[in-house]
Structure formats: C-alpha cells, structure tokens
C-alpha cells in the first residue's frame, strides 16, 4: 500500500523534473570544467539528448535507474500502486534502450 493518497502521489510524481536535474548538472559542469563544450537538450538530434557533443559525434542521456529498470527482477516486486502500468512503462523503456 502506498503511504501517500492519489491526489498526494499525482503531485510528487509531476514534480519530478525532466530537464536540469541534479545528476545532469553536475555532470555538465564538470565536463565543461574539462573543456568540453556540448549542446543541452538539443532538438535537432534525435531521441533529444541531456547534452550533445556533435564535433565527437556523442549524445548523453542522463537518466534515473529506476525508470530504464536497473535491478529491474527484484524492483517489480516492490510497485504496489498500479503494478500492471509501471512494469509495463519500464519494460518498454528497457527494449527502447536496447534498440
């Protein structure tokens, strides 16, 4: 059972930001700190990458490991609020990755 009502999860879960999150700005200061100079989010290449470094040829996605199912055999276990839709989501986002 989830410690939180609906409408108090529906609000965590919009909160969850999708751009700028801690682990993409620290890692974008510090290769830039390095000297290496990238796109943020750009656009123009597909799938829009976190950062982009088109003079190597490189897009970096920077993402959580629960939602691309790191662990994902013991995770599944542990949804308890709507299990059928979420090990649907991440399913598909681990297939995506591997393509």
Known sequence: MDRFSPEQRSKIMRAIKSKGTKDEVRLAKALWHLGYRYRKNDKTVFGTPDLTFKKYKVA?????????????ETEKLRIKTNPEFWQKKIERNIERDKK
């Open 60 to 72: 970096v996605f920077v993402d959580s490991e629960f939602f691309h199912g790191k662990d994902w």
